[in-house]
């Protein structure tokens, strides 16, 4: 006997509801959920997306994100415009650079910004190399680990207001992890160092401190962007919003937990927690105010890094303002 047609239709039409009803509604939403890749660089700054990845608090609030390690800012900012990120976090002056150079990214928030008052960045040198002051460094050999990023714009703003031509440096870029090799072998004869790396350089009293080039930009500013294509953002804002709700959130309590996070970063880094223990952070925050980020455009004009100043609001996207 032949089932008629309508029979046929309405046990499949049930079928398909008893399925549907048996899958939970997180796999249903995990499935449905875009993939958004996030690059971050081995630093103090990555924290709060370290800490957002390994708890679970993308997942929770219905974001589907995947933690990319990469080397540098500048790394960073090709994986951007290749397309094999969707969010990007990278220095302010490698944004701004790539933004006057017409590459399609917006700012949709910040993720760290320096003060003076917990500099999370200096000039470092071997302990017994005879170079005490910025007057000693003309002509000298130094480290970065990219040539575009904001280490090497901060070191020659530094020299200048010292009265040395930062012209004279030779920078030679390598990763962060070669550069401490490389000053006790005398390959090079400084580095600017950033956390957490600086404070572990100083606990093995092998280095010391002879500037804080960042001052010479301002004594706060904003120091690490989070970034998107602006195509990608106009179909994303709802998943953007709460991506950042989260960063907000995970800033806040990594902010208050500084401590605890040692083990999680150097995870990441894949170095001994213990030598990252007495970090000087940056401050947390995921807000942007274009006055915090204006002193490393003109930072930028006045080395010709870029050819003219434009309001930090240009690269901002709306989206960025509201957190």
């Known amino acids: 006997m032949v089932m008629p047609t309508h029979i046929r239709r309405n046990i499949a039409f049930v079928v398909a509801l008893l399925i549907a009803l048996a899958i939970p509604a997180s796999t249903i939403a995990q499935t449905t959920t875009p993939l958004i890749r996030v690059g971050a660089g081995p630093d103090d700054t990555s924290t709060p997306l370290i800490y957002a990845d390994r708890m679970g608090l993308f997942k929770k609030a219905g974001v589907n994100v995947e933690l990319v390690k990469l080397a540098g800012s500048a790394a960073i900012a ?11 976090k990278m220095s302010s002056s490698v944004a701004i650079t790539a933004h006057v150079k017409g590459l399609p990214f917006t700012a949709i928030g910040a993720i760290s910004a320096y003060s003076s008052e917990h500099p999370d960045f200096a000039l470092i040198v071997p302990l017994t190399s005879p170079i005490k002051s910025a007057k000693d460094l003309q002509g000298k050999t130094l480290a970065s680990v990219s040539l575009q990023d904001f280490q090497v714009l901060a070191t020659q ?42 404070s572990a350089s100083l606990a093995a009293g092998k280095f010391r401190i002879i500037g804080y080039p960042v001052d010479a930009i301002a004594k706060h500013f904003t120091g690490g962007l989070l970034l998107a294509n602006v195509s990608w953002v106009e179909g994303h804002r709802n998943v953007i ?26 995870e990441y880094m894949n170095v001994d927690p213990g030598s990252i223990t007495k970090t000087r952070h940056a401050v947390r925050g995921v807000a942007i105010v274009p006055a915090d980020l204006q002193p490393v455009i003109d ?25």
């Open 78 to 88: 090709a994986a951007l415009a290749g397309g094999s990120l969707e969010i990007a």
């Open 157 to 198: 703003v530094w020299a200048a207001q010292n009265g040395v031509d930062p012209t004279s440096f030779k920078f030679i870029e390598m990763p962060v992890t070669s550069t401490l090799n490389a000053l006790e072998q005398g390959r090079v004869d400084a580095a600017p160092v950033a956390e957490p790396i600086l």
């Open 241 to 266: 919003d709460r991506f950042l709700h989260v960063a907000a959130d995970a800033s806040k309590y990594v902010g208050s937990h500084e401590n605890d996070m040692a083990p999680l970063l150097a």
């Open 299 to 323: 930072a930028l004009v006045k080395f010709k890094t870029i050819p003219k100043p434009f309001p930090a609001e240009e690269m901002i996207c709306s989206c960025a303002l509201r957190h």
